[in-house]
DNA sequence: GTTACGACCTGCGAGC
DNA sequence: TGCTCGCAGGTCGTAA
């Protein structure tokens, strides 16, 4: 499942492959795909074709690819997407849905996504604070940890103001942004709390913890290319990262804690799984699970 | 305005 | 062997 230490590896093979290259032609193979793009398949591919890549940037989970006219590609792999620069002549991928070639005739971008979350759309770039300018549609999303501009205090002020679990909070994407299920179970094995502590019961300290702990775990998964259990996530070239190795939480249930030695468990929460040292992530005091 | 939850989607593995 | 069903989970829309 790509989160921030993921996409930001597809990030940057992007920006080595296709920065600077002038677009041929673009195919729509799975109309799911350009959902978001509300003027169609058809018009996605005729405003691409022509059109030279200046840079590809990121927030968070969503990444963009800055176009010569004041647009962007926003792109969003969802759970199973892949962004993928193939030789020409190299055979499809089962699920390819986006195809792109450049005038060059070099390597040609391929959108690949079996589960279909993922998708690409055209947008206005707009300015925001210290002249960045961003898609539209992730103007609500804030900055993720290993963004410079990120503000350590609007998040730590931020999760103790909100009401709802710290899990929760960890993964809403307008508090802070980039990480999903898999760093926010790392982040809360790192800090020693429950997934179910509510955030009004987070201390000044705990928060800080959190903060520090997801930029950590975030940036070692970074370091190794990412976290990957299949084929599902890989980077441009089609390569898969090592971080799975070095989880602490995540997909451990009945294994050992690396901390303590106690069973690790799952437990069910907002319709997904959660994993959790029932030693050193002791349930809060005074809440009722189901 | 904030929070919670269902829907979307498809491949895989377990169970029968 | 083949079928059914549950599971995986990021984002968005809707209801409360």
Known sequence: MPELPEVEV??????????????ESVEVLHSRAVRNHLA???DFCRRLSGRTINAVSRRGKFMWFALDDDHAVVTHLGM?????VQE???EREKHLRIRVTFQDGGR??????QRTFGGMAIEELVEVEHGQRIPVSVL???RDPLDPLFDPRTFVDGIRAKNTQVKRALLDQNL????GNIYADETLWRSEIHWALPTSRVTKVQAETLLRNSIDVMSEALAQGGTSFDSLYVNVNGESGYFSRDLNAYGREGEPCDRCGS????????NRSSFRCPRCQPKPRGIQLD
Do not use: Y
Not at 10 to 23: A, C, K, N, S, Y
Not at 176 to 179: A, K, P, R, V, W
């Open 10 to 23: 597809v990030r940057r093979g992007l920006d080595q492959w296709v920065t600077h290259r002038q677009i």
């Open 263 to 270: 069973i690790m468990v799952r437990e069910s929460f907002a």
């Open 40 to 42: 169609g398949g058809k």
């Open 80 to 84: 199973s997407g892949q962004v993928l």
């Open 108 to 113: 040609a971008m391929h959108f690949v996504d």
């Open 140 to 142: 609500h999303i804030a």
């Open 88 to 90: 020409p002549e190299a």
């Open 176 to 179: 802070i942004s980039g990480i």
